[in-house]
């Protein structure tokens, strides 16, 4: 879609780079354009009027000037700093795995609103609520949806047989959920709780509030975030980057990493 | 003569490309440097070529601080002058020289060569963090610094050791965020004033 010489957007940045000798290079997602990489001029210098307007994990209101190979930020004017996100270093690991979901599973210049109200109202809630790890996977479920990628989770992918209760598999590979009858088709299908497609499927189409007010015993958590994750890792055909940070601070855990290889 | 041509253009082409590997560096900048370079006196070029080799042969890191050095441990570690219950943690070795240049700190340093950035896999254990944790062991360290840019990665980074070692050490306090000197009120951002408020202190 071609661009305006010079546009008004509201966005929020993904990742800064450095460039250049006081510049940086932003993976930003627009309310409207979708995802653009673009240029802030100066803005590591400790005097720009931009720096702190377009920090990771900001949504501004912003006017870009376009450019021959790379457009130009000329202004930019908080709407949403999501402070509460970025003072808590659990939040913060959960606010990233987001952002680092949303660079990958959106294309450059591909507009998707949904997903951009999606990742707005994430940071929003992942700063406030207790519950962030159920709100994470609400949020990987809808942002699969929104960009057309959300599993089969009614009936067999393979066959569209009503599933059983009790008595059916998952494969990442397949796509969706299988019967015992289609599991040799696929060599990832593994067995799935009835419980935990039932939290699959109502967090892939509750609205956040109403799956953070879901309770969820531990064990059936874990169940749940090993499928998100298998079917993230087939679909990005690699592991999300900030999930090794986001387990390593997660759960008010103990930093294993670091005090383990101390010792 | 095209024969003659094209392998002098070859390593002009490499040098190019040498530069534009280099940090703050784009490819109109690596084409003026090599250019700059092949008009350059041979003895000027082989000054320069040899003061490289020096720098990667002579330098290394000091155990102790982990700042790049000619000895180890390095001048600022072995100073008595300097106070040893405190170490200020830093993100890269330019910015020991920025703090030394306000004479305002005589405590030690730590530098972690880098910060934390989840979204490009640099995690908490590609810095020198077990290094710090060693320093911090026999107790004799009262207070910890964290000087990390004032940006997420930063942020994040200094969240995180705070969380490693305020267990261990009776003080750990973050170089105050706020309002740049020669900035405007009115262009600050939210997060930078909140801090800035939040870290006000008596006239
Ligand atoms: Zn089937
Ligand atoms: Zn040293």
Redesign the pocket.
Do not use: R
């Given at each position: 879609m071609p661009r305006p010489h010079v546009y008004n957007t509201q966005a929020i940045v993904l990742r800064s780079s450095p460039l250049g000798e006081a510049d940086r290079l932003l993976t930003i997602f627009t309310s409207d354009l979708g995802k653009l990489r673009v240029s802030a001029r100066g803005v590591r210098r400790p005097t720009s009027k931009l720096g702190g307007h377009l920090d990771p994990l900001t949504c501004s209101a912003i006017t870009v000037a376009r450019g021959k190979t790379l457009d130009t930020i000329t202004s930019a004017d908080t709407l949403k700093s999501f402070l509460p996100l970025k003072s808590d270093l659990e939040r913060l690991a959960h606010g990233l795995y987001l952002a680092e979901l949303v660079d990958a599973l959106n294309p450059l210049e591909a507009p998707n609103s949904s997903a951009y109200s999606l990742l707005l109202e994430g940071l929003e809630g992942l700063g406030g609520t207790s519950n962030p790890d159920l709100l994470l996977r609400h949020l990987e479920l809808r942002l699969l949806a929104h960009t057309g990628f959300l599993p089969e989770l009614h009936s067999?992918v393979?066959?569209h047989?009503a599933l059983t209760p009790g008595n059916h598999l998952f494969s990442p590979q397949a796509g969706g959920v299988?019967?015992p009858?289609?599991r040799p088709l696929h060599a990832d299908a593994v067995h799935l709780s009835v419980e935990a497609l039932k939290v699959v499927r109502y967090l892939s189409s509750a609205t956040g509030e109403s799956a953070i007010r879901l309770r969820v015993p531990k064990p059936l958590a874990r169940e749940v975030a090993g499928l998100t994750s298998a079917f993230l890792r087939h679909v990005l055909e690699r592991e999300v980057r900030s999930l090794a940070f986001l387990r390593l601070v997660g759960h008010g855990a103990p930093d294993e990493a670091v005090s383990s290889a101390s010792s | 003569m095209n024969s003659d041509f094209l392998p002098a253009a070859a390593p002009v082409a490499d040098l190019i490309e040498e530069f534009h590997k280099l940090p703050g560096i784009g490819s109109k900048s690596a084409q003026r440097l090599t250019y700059y370079l092949v008009r350059m006196p041979q003895e000027e070029a082989r000054k320069l070529a040899e003061t490289i080799l020096a720098v990667k042969e002579r330098i290394i890191f000091c155990s102790q601080c982990q700042n790049i050095s000619e000895v180890d441990p390095c001048p600022i570690c072995t100073n008595p002058e300097r106070d040893r219950s405190m170490i200020c943690v830093l993100e890269e070795p330019l910015d020991v020289l920025a703090l030394e240049r306000t004479h305002c700190y005589k405590g030690l340093y730590h530098v972690l060569h880098g910060a934390i950035s989840p979204m490009n896999g640099i995690g908490p254990e590609e810095l020198r963090l077990r290094e710090l944790l060693d320093r911090l062991k026999d107790g004799s360290v009262q207070e910890v610094v964290l000087a990390t840019n004032p940006n997420l990665e930063g942020e994040a980074t200094a969240m995180y050791i705070h969380r490693l070692i305020s267990p261990l050490i009776p003080k750990v306090t973050r170089l105050a965020r706020g309002l740049p000197v020669g900035g405007d009120l009115e262009y600050a951002d939210e997060v930078t004033l909140t801090r800035a408020f939040q870290g006000r202190q008596e006239f």
């Open positions: 067999c393979e066959c047989a299988l019967c009858t289609c | -």
